[in-house]
Every structure is written in C-alpha cells, then in structure tokens.
C-alpha cells in the first residue's frame, strides 16, 4: 500500500511537472482573453466606417438638390420630384425613406431674409414668406440683397445594429447625421416654381 502510495505520489509529481513546463496550450487561452476585445474593436470599426459612409451620402444629396435647384431659372413640382428622387438614388442602398429633405429657396432683401418657396420631402417643408428656419438661414459671407440663395438640407437618423452597445457608451442610440448647402442661382438671381 505504502508502495502504491509513493507510485501515486511520484506519478502526480511528473505529471505535475510536465503540466507547469508545458507550453502549447499558451496561444490558445491568450487567443481565448483577446478574442472578445478583437470583436469589439473590428465591430467598431465596421460601424464607424458605415456612419462615415452614410454621411459622405448625407453631404452628396445636399449638394446634389441644392446645385440641381440652383440650375433652373424655374422648377415644376414633376422637376421636384425628380431632384428628390435623385437623392433617394444617392443614398441607395440605405432607406431613403429615412433621409429628410428640404430645399428652400431664401430671397435675402434689405429688411431681411423671407423663404421664397420651399419643397420637402420626409420632412416638413418652410412657411413662404416667413424668415428661413432654424439652420436654413443663408450667411451673411454669401447673402446678397436682391438675390435668392438655393438651401438644400438633408438629414439622416442612423442607428446602429449595436444600438444598445454604444447607448452604453455614447448615450445615444440614434445619431443624426445632417448636412446644408448654400448655392446661388446659375440662369439670373431668382428661381420661380411653378405647379
């Protein structure tokens, strides 16, 4: 018994051994810790890319509407339609039914700016004849009195498929990615629109 007793104890002893000394599992468990944080920082960079993609689109259907607004000396409600369908192509293939459009067309005078007509779509269209709204007014470096200032603003709601992740991070779920182009009139200094 005592024999069987120190063969146990020497066998344990070398097995010991050989597990401290054994070196091949060492990658796998360092692979096993380093795994998730190699996750997060690829999903991360995943998400920022696309946010960044989708804002590059954002700022492409501003200037889009805005410069093909500015190259009428008048546009239809047919025109305007398919100035909106062509930033609902720019954003292809994320739903653009969640880009806001609005272009206004600010007649800037003496007294003041006035929103000659505006046009929306997914979004709520300025009053004509009141002052241009919040972040539509034309700066005063481009505002010339007698002329009109094409304003193109397109806004897009992104949320992330890792919403709840980076809620906890960011404090945000949904980020608003928006961009406004100022462009004056090519054919004279006023555009018309007409039904």
Known sequence: MVKRLSLLEAGLGRLARRF??????????????????????????????KALILDRKVSRAASTISDLVAQQSSVSSTLMTSIF???????????????????VVVNVTSSGQTVAWSKARND????????????????????????????????????????????????SSTYNLSHVFYLKPRQGTTIAFTN
């Open 20 to 49: 401290v000394g054994e070196r091949s599992g060492v990658s796998a468990v360092e692979f096993a810790l380093i795994l998730p944080l190699m996750l997060i920082i690829y999903a991360g960079c995943g998400e920022v890319t």
């Open 85 to 103: 369908d062509a930033t609902a192509a720019i954003m292809e293939p994320d739903d653009s039914s969640i880009a806001k459009v609005v272009i």
């Open 124 to 171: 709520t269209a300025a009053t004509t004849g009141a002052a241009p709204p919040t972040g539509l007014t034309v700066p005063s470096t481009i505002a010339t009195v007698g002329d009109e200032v094409v304003v193109g603003r397109v806004t897009y709601s992104y949320t992330s498929p890792f919403a709840s992740v980076m809620q906890s991070i960011t404090g």
